[in-house]
């Protein structure tokens, strides 16, 4: 009983420690990652990833880390897992249109835009864009 009790008691303390941990890996990398210092931001998502393994906004962001480090491998595999996450993310959405885009892949970046049009919250003006720069590409 005290043994349980004592549990508990522990629980208590260490759950608050624990999910602070969890929120501030994640604040910490964003402000990394707005300072440019992509390498320390890159750690500290993957640190959040460990404690939130379904942390859309931390692919997001390791994206957009390996766009600028142009790996486009890594990219693209971020980007597949924050739309499998969440398939209504026009961000990783229009991304991953660029990207496919810029592989010369027009039908699959044709297709993600058209999803993302559906969608069309954020992000309508640059689905509009990538439409038309989409179908002049198309037509050479």
Do not use: H, W
Request: charged fraction near 25%.
């Amino acid at each position: 009983m005290i043994f349980r009790l004592f549990q508990l008691l522990t629980l208590f303390f260490l759950l608050p420690n624990f999910l602070f941990a969890n929120t501030q890996f994640f604040q910490e990398g964003l402000s990394l990652f707005n300072n440019k210092k992509f390498n320390e931001a890159k750690f500290k998502f993957e640190q959040d990833l460990i404690f939130n393994p379904k942390s859309e906004m931390s692919y997001l962001y390791l994206s957009k880390i390996f766009n600028n480090l142009k790996k486009k491998d890594l990219e693209e595999q971020n980007l597949n897992t924050v739309i499998l996450l969440n398939p209504n993310n026009e961000e990783a959405l229009y991304n991953l249109a660029k990207l496919k885009l810029t592989d010369s892949d027009y039908n699959k970046s044709k297709e993600l835009n058209e999803r993302l049009a559906k969608l069309c919250n954020k992000f309508c003006n640059k689905s509009k864009t990538l439409k038309i720069e989409i179908e002049n590409l198309l037509k050479k």
